[in-house]
């Protein structure tokens, strides 16, 4: 299998590099033009020359602008990169016949409720970042290629900045923290969505697995609050021996504003994943605990 990845140095790309490599060959493209080929997705020309050079089976498209709040003054960088590139990659894909992977977000919908999104659920984005890249998977499945549109949410890594990474310096440097306790939803770590696109590929590809829907929710299972999932990370910091730590207090979102409003549900239902793959996804509890045990291990701030 010829795999192309784009966005391969961000959090859920790093991951790829190693859950792709047992399915094939895999070329890892970041934003800097290389001797390989052309991984920017400003640059349309040498995106196409790209692709048409290396002719890839599957293109895993990892690459967004994710600035939530920034978007709302920088409208037009973030549907360049969210909207018009998936836009791109989804009509190159059709003329090589190629399968798409491209992942998407819970900002796409309203935030309403309190029951999990299905991936049918109607769609009413808050901000520009969600609507960004509700207009992606738009473009994509309108092209008709071949197409697999990964929604996950609250995405958080080992390595580069998270919430996780900014909670544990926060909570270690200041006497008190206010966090958001009216915001629901499950953090999902990127090796969990590598792995998981992974088996989703040998599923569909080598097994032939029948894929019902273009569009798929991946997440970890469960859910909390950011204020319940802040004070989770201060118990592995105490358990670890570390004191004092701040003391934590929920807030609402009314009393944190932001330039970009925020869904309140992002609760995600991944029945179908789970269906198709026959596989349990883990508590988000675990691949937290992971990321600030390895964090406290590699003596990461």
């Known amino acids: 299998m010829n795999i192309l990845l784009l966005g391969a140095n961000g959090q859920v ?99 309403s409720g309190s029951s999990s999104w299905q991936e049918d659920s109607p769609t009413g984005p808050l901000n520009v970042y969600g609507a960004s890249k509700l207009a992606g998977e738009k473009a994509i499945c309108a092209s008709g290629c071949r197409a697999l549109i990964l929604r996950t949410s609250w995405v958080f890594s ?79 910091l105490e358990e670890a021996g570390e004191k004092p730590l701040a003391e934590i207090t929920p807030v609402t979102t009314s009393e944190y504003p932001t330039p970009a409003a925020r869904p309140l549900n992002s609760r995600l239902n991944t029945e179908s994943i789970t269906a198709l793959t026959g596989l349990t996804l883990p508590a988000w509890q675990r691949g937290v605990e992971r990321a600030v045990v390895e964090r406290l291990w590699y003596g990461m701030r």
């Open 13 to 111: 790309g790093w991951a790829l590099r190693r859950s792709l490599s047992v399915l094939g060959r895999v070329t890892a493209l970041g934003r800097e033009n290389t001797a390989v080929g052309c991984g920017d997705l400003n640059d349309a020309e040498g995106i196409e020359r790209t692709l048409m050079q290396l002719k890839p089976d599957v293109i895993v498209n990892a690459a967004a602008y994710t600035a939530v709040d920034a978007a709302e003054e920088n409208q037009q960088h973030a549907f360049d990169i969210n909207a018009q590139a998936p836009a791109l990659l989804a009509r190159l894909a059709k003329r090589l016949n190629a399968l798409l992977v491209h992942y998407s977000t819970d900002y796409v919908f309203d935030g």
């Open 158 to 236: 080992t390595q580069g900045k998270s919430f996780i990474s900014t909670m544990m310096r926060l909570i270690r440097e200041k006497p008190a923290l206010s966090v958001v306790a009216d915001q629901w939803g499950a953090p999902t770590s990127a090796e969990l969505i590598a792995d998981m696109t992974a088996f989703v590929l040998r599923s569909v590809i080598v097994e032939k697995a029948p894929l019902t829907s273009s569009i798929l929710h991946l997440t970890a299972a469960g859910e909390t609050s950011w204020f319940e999932y802040a004070c989770f990370i201060k118990q592995l």
